[in-house]
């Protein structure tokens, strides 16, 4: 996945009050739109430090941190550790690379990290044909920002086109809103968050 190497050399300053503060207004963001995920489990993708899951937690029955910097995941697995966190598992996986067969989710969640994928629809194809039925796949990210010219991210997205794409992949249901505006936020500017709901439907 985009920008992994740089994540290795951050991880263990990963945790800034400003990331911790964008992580706490993401995942309840993502908390607004669960529905019975006691018994669900999760995928954090692209979870970096976990600072989003982490927060979410005791939602749901289970949750599997994934990201492609085994940094990122160690730093993980110390705070499991610290915290004797339980129903929680970690894997270091690049999903651009190759699919994610092997797992099945009800509810996957990924906050800041579809701008560092180079090949978005490959990468929410993969993560349909992880989904379990009826599942869920959310998506926190910046709105689209042409002040932002950059050669390893995004720009943000324009979430009317980005469920053009889904709809296409077989995602249905998708709504989205605009839910925070911050000073400085990305990359040195102003930018607003948005979140993406969507579903699983039949094929």
Known sequence: MGNTDKFEMIANLYDTP???????????????YLVDAKSKNAIDFGCGTGLVGMNLLSEFHSMLFLD???NMINQIKQKITDFNIQNVD??????EKE???VLQADYIFMAQVLLHI????LVLSRLFDV???GGHLLIVDFNKNEKIVSDIVHNGF??????DIMTKIGYRDIQFKTFYTGSKIFMGHDASMFILDSKKGHR
């Open 118 to 121: 180079y090949d978005v629809e």
């Open 18 to 32: 400003e990331r911790i503060q964008i992580a706490k207004v993401s995942s309840d963001a993502i908390r607004n």
């Open 90 to 95: 970690t894997l270091c996986f690049d999903i």
């Open 99 to 101: 699919s994610l067969s």
């Open 131 to 133: 989904l379990n039925e």
């Open 158 to 163: 324009n979430p009317g086109e980005l469920t």
């Open 68 to 70: 492609t910097s085994q």
